[in-house]
């Protein structure tokens, strides 16, 4: 039997076999370290341990997770003569994962022809055809450039600010996708990649808006579950909202350069709310932790992974868009075809290769995501193809001549933070530059959520007569709204998720910046004319801010704004009206015992009640493993370290050589999500505990944001240019 392809007449047996061939599927194993060195994805933009979401809401956690847990079967132990299958542990292997080689084998020339001869759009990602063959050459040359570059570029300015700008902002390389982070200078891996950023708490978000039959939270898309912005334990239900590095930059499946996994920190502010009335005005957590997974070459589009997950979740508003082990399947044939190529049995010509390729990618059956994966490949040089990649292959636009990007982005590194000037104001912004007055300082691209009162916090322990849960009383709202702009004829808030912007304080005598509306590319102006009720519908970012020089700056001078008199109107009142909260004179955070060298036991002077001693540690097992009563004991891991901590009673203390450690107790956390938790029962014992895996928090809702009559109020947006359509009060 004999089939036309092109210009070649192939025998049906032959080419079904050789292109079942090229693209048989690698290993699970193969394909779990591959999703652990390109992607890392985890169940939550977040843990192993829970599969929640919330936009980007999917974040790896572990890179090096699968050869801990390897590594880690002789520290293990499951006391009343229990045992758990090594599986448990390991537990990589994707039992979904076929060889489709077999079936393959089968396919007749009929279903060949069918393939290749069908109408495949219903099959197509649904976005922008990410293949631009007029484009493609030149960014071809771009790979090729970044390739043979010496990786010295800018090395020794990269730390001068005052004159390099090292990051942009400007259109995304991924077709639809808005605005995206590029790279001016070269990154080395594991070099921080971004200023430090606010990380600001939102606390039970849903439960505080059951009331409602529907409402909409765009901030959903935007933020991470409480492992990576240091959050766990601050309540039931706790999403991070992380500016910049955590919302800033796009995802693409195995492009994925930036790691934002590291745990965020907090800092002192020197505030106390006995005597303080800005205190829980502003958040003390900061994430510094964003770092080059590779090295990077300037130029280079910066992508986050959000996990994967994040995009399986949303396939009905993204389509099979392909993940990493789809990109791994192709470039797996892509290798095995040139490698058939190098076969002395092989006869086919160049041409002929070609052509089968095509086939190839026509016939595969691996599912949707996969076949996108193929089809998103347009460089018909297969050895190009395998240098650079599957994934690269199909987003060429993602790396750009330097010149490109800073014609068309804006600069984001033009400010840092540290501890502000101002009094009761926490961290603030500070030029990393010189402006003139009519300078650009910074971008502040905008997120909007339609109605300000989806902020507004009730008591949630509040039931009918037959105990069901009712709204309650108000009792304040989310942090999130002191670092919004608002205005008081609207029910409009806008939220900047831009890089460092959202350390700028107060102060209406001496401002050096204000804000404007962007006239930037990609920027929907149009949605001045909107209605609010409109606007809502708009379930994606479109609005920009910029703060502009209002007089000259010199460097490392602090950034103001004037928030705007209704702002400081509403400070005033605040600070006359002051009353320290009951029991806040004997009040000691957290904070305050981080840095002690030696942790108490159970059997020492206790901590306050307010404190939790917590330990770093990696739950291995599901909640139906273990029995009830029984005592599951291990030693600690480097790999606890990339998880939650939890609280913990220390047992003991105890010394190796000159080196202290612990043993510890895992408790059952009545707060966070129910997955992360210790089962009730269970018991959970860890020992060798360096100090390193000991930290302290305050107790779920007892943190400084959490107080009763805390400051809340937005940013104002002046008169002259809040857009009248948007007035709905």
Partial sequence: MVFIFGSYVYSVVTIDRTVSRFYKPVTNDEFVANRYAHDGSSASKHSQEETKFSFRQDTRIDLNEKDEDQNINHNMQIHEDETVEDEILKGNKNPNQNDNTAQMEQSSIHQIASVINSNNNSQSMNIESITDSAHHTNASINLLQAKNSNGQQNKDQTNVHESICRYYLAPSSIPNSGWGIFTAVDIQEDERAFPAEVVIPIMDIDDHNNYKEDYEWMPRSYVWQPDIPGLEGEGNDVDGWIPGPGAMPNCYSSLNNIDVSEYASRYDSGLHRSVDPGAGAFTTTTYEQAYALEDIKAGTELFVSYGESWFISRTDTFGHIPLSNDYTYVDTAVTNILNYRNDSLATLSDVAFGDLWELTKQITSDGLRTRNAFHSTNDKDLLNLQEFGSARSSLPQSIREISWIQKNGLCIDNLSAKLSNIKQAGKGAFSTRAFQEGDFVAPLPLIHIPDKDTVNMYDLNTTDKDGNKIKGDFIGKQLITNYCFGHSSSTLFLCSYGSSVNFVNHDSKSPNVKIRWSQFSGTH??????????????????????????????????????????????????????????????YTSALYYRNDPIVRTEKEDPYPDNVVVSCFYRNYFHNSVLKKGQVFRRKFSRN???????????????????????????????????????PEGQVHKLTGIPRDGIEFRDEAYTADFHIKGVFRHPIGIPDEIFPPAWKNI
């Fill in 640 to 678: 606890d370290y990339h998880s939650v901590s939890r609280p913990c009673t220390i047992t003991s203390r105890y010394s190796v050589g000159n080196v202290t450690y612990y043993a510890a107790t895992i408790n059952h956390n009545k707060n966070g999500h129910k997955s992360r938790r210790i």
């Fill in 525 to 586: 102006n149009e949605w001045y004319n909107k209605t609010v009720d409109e606007l809502g519908k708009e379930q994606h970012a479109g609005l920009m801010f910029e703060y502009v020089a209002i007089r000259d700056i010199a460097p490392r001078e602090e950034i103001l704004l004037d928030y705007g008199h209704e702002w400081e109107e509403a400070w005033k009142k605040h600070v006359n009206d002051f009353k320290p909260s009951m029991g806040s004179k004997n």
